[in-house]
């Protein structure tokens, strides 16, 4: 059974917690709240984790800042000496590390910093966290084994644990999370069917455009081809940089990637699907279609589906409003969508028969 982004984030975290017992600390359980810590740990003085696991190597800037400003906010308004430390499965360079310390007082591990501190406490738990690396790992490329010399270099030009309260950030402007609420009402308020279905195309592209804005680029809505025989509701670059749009387009040899909304009251069938594949042309580096549907596909879209891979190497497969609402919610998590859309093909793929 392959495990699910939150299944990795779960084993991350006991291995985390298994390595501050066994320095001695005293270790509590957080509160899991929308914006609470993960782990309380004591000795001699408090700190408050913030465990964040990713498949992708690296993910951006600003999901990284939204981590950090939460902690700290929550620390910055508890009262005595607490501190606070985020500890990310992901490569994050010295200086971006020290930007956020100065920025927020807190306390940044990355990749490379709980390899070192895993290795000094339990060649055990290194391993352990080595394999749950390579069980995250998306395409061909593995992630960069790092000897004790190279991770002490990086780390002396940064203290483990904080010494400095954190800066209480305040309110932040439009902050993500409130933009994912809103879109949340949205979606649930607009009713399926075909009067509604220029409504659906809008939000589904507004969305979209929020949760991966800085992983697709172009963004041109009905487009049409060559022919003027297919027009296709969206169509989009693929960035390269995070794992899995690299991923995807390193397997399935595609640059580019289509959306297809279907408002439809009541499963997409198998009728979609071949439109669908119509508009996918490998010459072209287009091979990728995502159809996003009210309720999701009935059992002869998914074969046709299913099909149209096994024979000519083109992939699609379905997003619901279950799935848009749970990216959306994880959003409020500091959640990469880019981990959910691994997870959902993934199992698309295991399930796959010759």
Not at 44 to 65: A, M, P, Q, W
Not at 140 to 162: C, H, R
Not at 299 to 315: C, H, N, P, T, Y
Request: hydrophobic content about 40%.
């Amino acid at each position: 059974m392959m495990k699910s982004s939150w299944m990795l984030a779960e084993h991350f975290g006991h291995i985390i917690s298994a390595h501050f017992k066994l320095r001695g600390f005293l270790v509590e359980n957080g509160q899991f709240s929308d914006h609470g810590y993960d782990l309380k740990v004591i000795k001699g003085s408090t700190y408050y984790l913030e465990l964040k696991f990713y498949r992708s190597n690296r993910i951006h800037y600003s999901l990284l800042e939204r981590t950090v400003s939460q902690l700290a906010k929550l620390i910055g308004a508890m009262d005595g000496d607490n501190y606070g430390i985020a500890i990310f499965s992901i490569d994050i360079s010295i200086e971006i590390r020290l930007t956020l310390k100065k920025k927020f007082g807190i306390t940044i591990w990355d990749r490379e910093i709980v390899l070192e501190e895993l290795r000094k406490t339990s060649i055990e738990l290194k391993e352990d966290f080595e394999r749950l690396l390579l069980e995250s790992q998306q395409g061909t490329e593995t992630f960069k084994m790092i000897t004790g010399s190279e991770v002490s270099n990086a780390s002396l030009q940064d203290d483990l644990f904080p010494k400095d309260k954190p800066i209480n950030p305040g309110p932040l402007p439009n902050p993500d999370h409130v933009i994912a609420d809103k879109f949340l009402a949205k979606l649930a308020a607009l009713p399926c069917g075909k009067d509604h279905w220029s409504a659906y195309e809008k939000l589904m592209y507004d969305i979209l455009k929020f949760l991966f804005r800085k992983d697709l680029t172009l963004w041109e809505k009905q487009q049409r081809t060559d022919d003027e025989l297919s027009r296709f509701d969206l169509i989009c670059r693929i960035i390269f940089f995070d794992d899995f749009w690299k991923s995807l387009a390193q397997s399935f040899n595609t640059r580019f990637i289509l959306f297809e909304f279907k408002n439809y009251c009541n499963e997409v069938t198998q009728h979609a699907v071949y439109l669908t594949e119509r508009y996918l042309y490998k010459n072209a580096l287009r091979s990728v279609a995502i159809v996003i549907s009210r309720i999701g596909p009935n059992d002869s879209a998914i074969q046709a589906a299913k099909g149209a891979l096994r024979e000519s190497g083109k992939l699609m497969f379905f997003l619901s409003d279950v799935d848009i609402t749970n990216m959306l919610k994880g959003i409020k998590h500091e959640r990469n969508p880019n981990d959910y859309l691994a997870d959902t093909l993934d199992d698309w793929l295991v399930g796959l028969s010759r």
